[in-house]
């Protein structure tokens, strides 16, 4: 497909379980980024990635959340000892190059549901 | 299903009505601004953008308007068609800064 690729589509994790969720950008793409959506929110950054170089991870909110995107092109979001909290549509984009104003594709997400 | 417009502002236009969605901004560092559009169950959809040296960028039946005094932005949307119900979110970046901060969605309904 030509679009951004995320996986699982759904997940329900029981409180303290470790999760990893995945993104296949888009091929050739430079810019990755992931976001957490709580249900009736909009989209909060979590950290983005220059090719396999992650640039700013300032919006993981505690030292539960790891990204990491070993080869520049696929990334995984994991979330240790998930808590009721953490339950959100997580999303990744990712863009073209490098440029502020280059646009993202956004994925449709993956909803984490931790009972 | 999913829902992305629970307890958000809702906006019902008669179809073939024109739309006009409104959102404040709150960094005047902000030089880039992005409207999206997202459909239940699915990730935000880039629709226009606009630097912050324009105050109006016009595209296929929407039209941007940025206020930077008042730091405030708006997306026109011409003939409403049942096809645009969905949640509308603007969106800033900082100069420099690949972060992109979501505002407050707006739910558009679209009355047949």
């Known amino acids: 497909g030509a679009g951004v690729s995320q996986s699982p589509r759904y997940k329900v994790a029981k409180r303290g379980q470790d999760v990893a969720l995945r993104c296949d950008p888009i091929?050739?793409?430079?810019?990755l980024f992931w976001y957490q959506q709580a249900l009736g929110q909009g989209p909060e950054f979590l950290t983005y990635f220059q090719n396999e170089a992650q640039l700013d991870k300032s919006g993981l909110p505690s030292d539960r959340f790891f990204a990491e995107r070993p080869e520049g092109s696929v990334s995984t979001l994991k979330i240790q000892r998930t808590q009721q909290e953490d339950s959100a549509v997580y999303l990744c984009a990712s863009s073209l190059g490098r440029a502020v104003n280059t646009e993202a594709f956004f994925g449709q997400g993956t909803r984490l549901t931790v009972v | 299903g999913e829902s992305v417009g629970l307890h958000l502002p809702t906006l019902s236009v008669q179809e073939g009505d024109n739309s006009i969605i409104n959102c404040a901004y709150s960094?005047?560092?902000?030089?880039?601004f992005i409207w999206y559009k997202q459909e239940s169950g699915k990730g935000p959809q880039f629709i226009i953008d606009?630097?912050?040296?324009?105050d109006k960028r016009q595209g296929q039946r929407v039209t941007v308007l940025l206020n930077k005094t008042v730091k405030h932005l708006s997306l026109q949307i011409a003939a409403t068609q049942p096809g645009d119900s969905a949640v509308y979110f603007c969106?800033?970046?900082?100069?420099?800064?690949?972060?992109?901060?979501f505002g407050i969605g707006t739910k558009l309904q679209v009355i047949p």
């Open positions: 960094n005047s560092a902000s030089d880039y």
């Open positions: 606009i630097r912050s040296n324009m």
């Open positions: 091929s050739g793409h430079v810019s």
């Open positions: 969106a800033e970046r900082p100069g420099g800064y690949q972060k992109v901060t």
